[in-house]
């Protein structure tokens, strides 16, 4: 029997109780019940990364992971990313610069997981990015432009830590 509960979602530092059927993914929660529809909907089975978001800092699939298990953790998505006065994160700036979308659905899921990437010290090299980022695909073809965004945002990153 499907089972409602009010559950309390932690999304870009901000509370959202919502009446939740237990079996309610974490992204249709985030789109449907939340209305951040930034992360997308390509497979809902973990293939394509449209719909990648943090869990406490982590790149998770969201289709893939039920809204009950990120209770009480830090969620995290596109349109928590940038500055408090909307400055653009360094991921989000130079996926701008480098053109690294075209119709821009599989973009969110790209720039969260390229967040992560670098996070997890996975970008210091092109081939090392297309590894650890060929879990986001794009049917665009955006790939090359994705990687020197990524590439670029990393070394900039780097740069501002150390300054
Ligand atoms: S929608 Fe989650 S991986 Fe495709
Ligand atoms: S920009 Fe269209 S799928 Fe990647």
Redesign the pocket.
């Known amino acids: 029997m499907a089972q409602q509960r009010v559950m309390r979602l932690r999304i870009n530092g901000k509370d959202h109780p919502l009446a939740l059927d237990t079996r309610v993914t974490l992204?249709d929660a985030l789109r449907e019940h939340a209305h951040l529809t930034g992360a997308k909907?390509?497979?809902?089975h973990?293939?394509?990364?449209?719909?990648t978001v943090h869990i406490d800092g982590e790149r998770v699939?969201?289709?893939?992971t039920l809204a009950a298990q990120a209770e009480d953790r830090e969620i995290t998505t596109i349109e928590g990313l940038s500055g408090p006065d909307a400055t653009l994160h360094a991921v989000q700036a130079a996926f701008l610069r480098h053109d690294a979308f075209q119709c821009g659905y599989c973009t969110p899921g790209q720039i969260m997981s390229a967040v992560a990437c670098i996070n997890e010290g996975h970008a210091n090299s092109d081939d090392e990015i297309r590894e650890y980022m060929s879990g986001n695909i794009c049917r665009c073809g955006a790939y090359p432009f994705i990687v020197a965004a990524v590439r670029e945002a990393a070394q900039q990153l780097k740069e501002e830590q150390t300054a």
């Not at 973990?46 to 719909?51: D, K």
């Not at 699939?61 to 893939?64: A, D, I, T, V």
Request: hydrophobic share 25%.
């Open positions: 992204l909907k390509g497979c809902d973990g293939q394509c990364g449209a719909c699939l969201s289709c893939l």
